[in-house]
């Protein structure tokens, strides 16, 4: 049996799900990462105005490869 989740699923409910599935014989989960994603979004231009003016960085200190 496979289990996915997206992003917005709290981790405590996906955790929830294979205890019970692992309660009822189904086994040990086996957690399989089928794509690594690295999608950034910057704030929106009002929010980066408003931290700016409050005097924080509002710079993208991440690097991509």
């Known amino acids: 049996m ?3 989740s997206g992003a917005s699923a ?3 409910l996906v955790d929830e799900v294979l205890e019970y599935l692992e309660k009822r ?3 040990k989960p086996i957690e399989i990462t ?3 994603e690295d ?3 910057s704030l929106p231009k009002e929010l ?3 931290l700016k003016e409050a005097g924080q960085d509002t ?3 991440t690097k991509r490869s």
């Open 39 to 41: 999608v950034q979004f």
């Open 59 to 61: 710079s993208n200190k």
């Open 10 to 12: 709290p981790e405590e």
């Open 34 to 36: 089928t794509a690594e």
């Open 25 to 27: 014989q189904f086994g």
């Open 2 to 4: 496979g289990v996915s």
């Open 48 to 50: 980066r105005k408003d």
